[in-house]
C-alpha cells in the first residue's frame, strides 16, 4: 500500500466493508425454461442488463473513492462464475449451458441458461442439478404449452421445489387480468399434481419491462412482488428430512505420517469434534477429532461447508467413502429403483455396463430392467426396451459395489447420479436414487470348498475362456471346433458355447435387436464364467458385435484367463462365402438388424489374438490358438 490521506483510508474502509458484505450475500442459482419465442433471451438480457446498471449505480459511489475496487470487485465475481460451474464439471457434465453471473444489493445470481434447440432436455437437465428456482416462462397469449409440461416435469423430477412462474408478454393481451389468472389457475393445478411446492406467478413484459425489476403501472390489479423482487426474497433453505451428518470424501489429505484428514463438502447435518461417526461402505466406526480448515480449527461444521476431518482411528477411508453419523447412519445398498434420463445419442440398452458417478464415488452399473419409460408431456407410464435421447424411464440399477446413498427427495448430493460411457466417457445420463431394493441383501455367493484351481489341476489343465469374436461366417465356429478336437485329443476338457447350441435354449427368448444381443452376451458371459469355475476350458463363438459387452466378459474373469480372438474377415469375404445364405437375405432386405449389414460390428481394439483368416487357412489358424492356450 502506498501512502493515503484520510479521506483515502475511510474510502479503503468503506471498500473493505462493502466487499465483506458483499461477499456474505447468499447466492441463488435459478434456471430458465422456455424457448426463445416466449421471450427467454429478453428476459434474461434485460434481467442482466438492468441489474447491472443497479448494481453500477451503487458501486459508482465507491469506485470514485477506490480505483482498486472495481478490479478487485471483478475478480471476485469472476471466482463465482468459475464456483459455479465446477460443480458441473465434478459431476463430469460439459454440456451447452452458458452459466450468467449478476448481483443485487441482496443477491448474487448464477443463471444457467440452456440453449433451446433438440437437446433442450438434457442442458436443461444439467442447469437445474444445481438449481434453487426455476423460472417457467409461459407467453400469455398462448398459455400452457407441452414443453411446459415437459419442462416442469423435469424442474420436480430434479427437487427443484421453487418455480417462478414468469407470465410473459402481457403487453400484447392488454395486460388483460383474466388472461393470467386463467394461466395461473393452470399451472397450479399442474404443480400441484408434480408436487412442486412453491409458485409464484408474475404477469410481466420482459420486452417493455413491467414486473420485472419494479412493479409496474400498467398492471395496477397485481400485488405480488417484480421478478427480481421475488428472487432477491425467496427462501430457498431446504427443509430437508433430518438424515443426520453426511460428508462425501473427495480427497484423502495425508501431507506427512502424522496426518490423515478427509476432505469434502458437509452435504447433510452437522459435525462436531467428539461426534460418534461411521465410514460407509466399510461400516467402521470413529470419533471426530478435528475439524481442519484454511483459517483453522472449527468446532462444528454444517450442510455447505468444505472441510477436512480428522479421525480418532486409523481406518481405511478413500475418495468416494460417505462419513456419517454413528447415530443415524445413510443406507447401503447396490441394487435400486432410479429415475433415469437418458442423454446418449445412443440408446440406454439393459445389461450393458455403465459407470456411475454418485457423490465422489464411481462404480459400475448395469440397469437390469425399464420397468416403464414416462411420457414427459402427459406423464403416462409406457412399456419400454431401451431408453432414446431425452427419454426418462423408471429403471432397477445393480451396481458392482455397494454404496452409501440417500433418496434424492431427501439428499442430492448422495441421491443424484450419473451414467457415463465406458468407452467414449461421455456423461449419458442424470437419474435420481428413489429407493434401495431389498431382494439383493438375500442373495449370497455360495462359497464351495473346493475351488477353480483345483478343479483344473484335477483336470490336468488350466481353466480358461477363449472369446472368439467376428462377423457372421468369419470363421468362428470352424475354428473353435478345430481347437476343441486338438484339446481333446490332448486329454484336455473343453467345450465350445456357440450360438446354435445356446440360442435354442436359454436364449431362445432372444432376437437380434441391439438389447437383445446385449442380453444374449451377457448370459452367454456369465455361463461361461461358471463354465471355468468348473475347471474347464471355454471356446465361446458369438458375433459378439459390441466392445462394452465384450469388455463386460472380461471383467468376469481373472486376469489372464480370459483370451479374446478376434476372427478377422472382411465383410466381403464373410459375404462372398455366405455359408448359409444369409447375407444373400440379409442384402434383399429378408433379415433385418444384420450385422455387417444394417447392424454395426466393432472391432476389439486390443484383443489377445487376432486371426486373418484370408492370410491363413483354418487348421494354421486353430493351432494359433491352441499355441497360445498351453505355450
Ligand atoms: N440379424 C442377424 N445378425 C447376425 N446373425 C444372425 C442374424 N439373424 C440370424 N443370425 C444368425 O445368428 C448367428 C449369430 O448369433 P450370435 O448369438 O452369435 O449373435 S450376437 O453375438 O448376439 O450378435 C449367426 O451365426 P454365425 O453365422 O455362426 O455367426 C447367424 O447365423
Ligand atoms: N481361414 C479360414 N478360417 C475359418 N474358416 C474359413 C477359412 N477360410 C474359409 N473358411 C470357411 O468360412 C466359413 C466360416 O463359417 P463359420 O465357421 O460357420 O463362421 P462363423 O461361425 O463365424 O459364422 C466356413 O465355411 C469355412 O470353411
Same mark, same amino acid.
Given at each position: ?27 441463488? @442459482? ?12 429478453? $428476459? ?13 449505480? *451503487?458501486?459508482?459511489?465507491? +469506485? ?22 465446477? /460443480?458441473?464439471? !465434478? *459431476? ?13 444489493? *441482496? ?21 437445474? &442439478? ?34 417462478? %412462474? ?30 412442486? +411446492? ?13 414486473? $420485472? ?12 412482488? &417484480?421478478? $427480481? ?17 453426511? %460428508? ?56 455447505? *461447508? ?24 445413510? !443406507? ?49 407410464? $409406457? ?45 449419458? #445420463? ?8 431389498? @431382494?439383493? #441383501? ?21 481353466? @480358461? ?53 446385449? !442380453? ?13 469355475? /468348473? ?18 466378459? @472380461?471383467? %468376469? ?30 442384402? #434383399? ?12 460390428? +466393432? ?12 492370410? +491363413? ?15
Amino acid at each position: 500500500m502506498g501512502v493515503h490521506d484520510n479521506g483515502t483510508q475511510d474510502a479503503a474502509a468503506a471498500v473493505a466493508a462493502y466487499l465483506e458484505q458483499h461477499e456474505k450475500k447468499g447466492l441463488l @442459482r435459478f434456471i430458465t425454461c422456455g424457448s426463445v419465442d416466449d421471450g427467454k433471451s429478453t $428476459l434474461i438480457g434485460r434481467l442482466l442488463h438492468d441489474t447491472k446498471r443497479l448494481f453500477d449505480d *451503487q458501486l459508482a459511489a465507491l +469506485e470514485s473513492d477506490s480505483r482498486r475496487h472495481g478490479t478487485q470487485n471483478g475478480e471476485i465475481d469472476f471466482a463465482l462464475l468459475v464456483d459455479g460451474l465446477s /460443480a458441473e464439471r !465434478e *459431476q463430469g457434465i460439459t454440456i451447452d449451458v452458458a452459466y450468467r453471473f449478476f448481483s443485487t444489493e *441482496q443477491r448474487k445470481f448464477i443463471v444457467a441458461d440452456c440453449p433451446g434447440h433438440e437437446q433442450y432436455t438434457r442442458n436443461m437437465a444439467t442447469g437445474a &442439478s444445481t438449481a434453487d428456482v426455476a423460472v417457467v416462462l409461459v407467453d400469455a397469449r398462448k398459455g400452457l404449452l407441452t414443453q411446459t409440461h415437459r419442462h416442469s416435469y423435469i424442474v420436480s423430477l430434479l427437487g427443484i421445489r421453487h418455480v417462478l %412462474l414468469a407470465v410473459n408478454k402481457m403487453d400484447l393481451v392488454d395486460y388483460d387480468p383474466g388472461v393470467f389468472d386463467a394461466i395461473v389457475e393452470g399451472y397450479r393445478a399442474l404443480a400441484a399434481d408434480l408436487g412442486i +411446492e412453491h409458485v409464484q406467478a408474475v404477469p410481466l413484459s420482459a420486452l417493455k419491462g413491467d414486473n $420485472l425489476i419494479e412493479r409496474s403501472a400498467a398492471m395496477p390489479w397485481y400485488e405480488g412482488p &417484480s421478478a $427480481l423482487e421475488y428472487l432477491e426474497s425467496v427462501d430457498v433453505s431446504r427443509t430437508d428430512r433430518d438424515i443426520g451428518f453426511r %460428508l462425501p470424501v473427495q480427497w484423502v489429505n495425508r501431507p506427512h505420517q502424522d496426518f490423515r484428514g478427509f476432505a469434502g463438502t458437509v452435504c447433510a447435518g452437522e459435525v462436531r469434534p467428539g461426534d460418534a461417526v461411521v465410514t460407509l461402505p466399510s461400516g467402521r466406526r470413529s470419533q471426530v477429532a478435528r475439524i481442519v480448515t484454511a483459517d483453522g480449527d472449527l468446532d462444528r461444521a454444517v450442510a455447505g *461447508q468444505a472441510v477436512t476431518l480428522t479421525l480418532d482411528d486409523e481406518l481405511d477411508i478413500s475418495r468416494g467413502d460417505v462419513i456419517a453419523s454413528a447415530s443415524q447412519p445413510a !443406507e447401503v445398498s447396490d441394487q435400486f429403483s432410479a429415475h433415469v434420463l437418458w442423454m446418449g445419442e445412443q440408446a440406454l440398452l439393459p445389461g450393458r455396463p455403465y459407470w456411475l458417478k454418485i457423490g465422489a464415488r464411481q462404480v459400475s452399473a448395469t440397469v437390469t430392467e425399464i420397468k416403464h419409460k414416462v411420457d414427459v408431456n402427459t406423464r403416462d407410464e $409406457l412399456a419400454a426396451k431401451h431408453l432414446a435421447l431425452n427419454e426418462v424411464g423408471v429403471c432397477n440399477l445393480h451396481l458392482d459395489q455397494p454404496v452409501a446413498f440417500e433418496a434424492y427427495a431427501d439428499n442430492r448430493s448422495l441421491g443424484g447420479f450419473i451414467l457415463i460411457d465406458r468407452i467414449s466417457n461421455a456423461t449419458v #445420463a442424470a437419474g435420481t436414487l428413489d429407493f434401495a431394493l431389498r @431382494r439383493a #441383501a438375500n442373495i449370497h455367493w455360495q462359497h464351495v470348498d473346493v475351488d477353480k484351481t483345483a478343479r483344473a489341476a484335477s483336470k490336468g489343465q488350466v481353466a @480358461r475362456c477363449v472369446w472368439f469374436t467376428g462377423l457372421s461366417g468369419s470363421g468362428k465356429s470352424t475354428i473353435a471346433n478345430l481347437v476343441d478336437k486338438r484339446l481333446h485329443a490332448l486329454g484336455h476338457h473343453a467345450f465350445v458355447l456357440d450360438g446354435d447350441n445356446v440360442r435354442h435354449g436359454l436364449n431362445k427368448d432372444l432376437g437380434f435387436t441391439d438389447e437383445d444381443r446385449v !442380453e444374449n452376451i451377457r448370459r452367454v458371459a456369465e455361463v461361461s464364467r461358471l463354465m471355468t469355475d /468348473a475347471g474347464l476350458i471355454v471356446l465361446v463363438s458369438f458375433i459378439s458385435p459390441f466392445r462394452a459387452e465384450r469388455r463386460l466378459a @472380461r471383467e %468376469l474373469f481373472a486376469e489372464g484367463e480370459f483370451i479374446e480372438v478376434h476372427v478377422d474377415t472382411p465383410l466381403e469375404v464373410a459375404e462372398q462365402r455366405d455359408v448359409k445364405g444369409l447375407y444373400a437375405k440379409a442384402r #434383399a432386405g429378408k433379415i433385418p438388424n444384420f450385422t455387417g449389414i444394417d447392424s454395426p460390428y +466393432e472391432a476389439p481394439e486390443a484383443a489377445e489374438l487376432t486371426l486373418d483368416t484370408v492370410a +491363413e487357412d483354418a487348421e494354421a489358424l486353430a493351432q494359433r490358438v491352441i499355441d497360445r492356450l498351453l505355450g
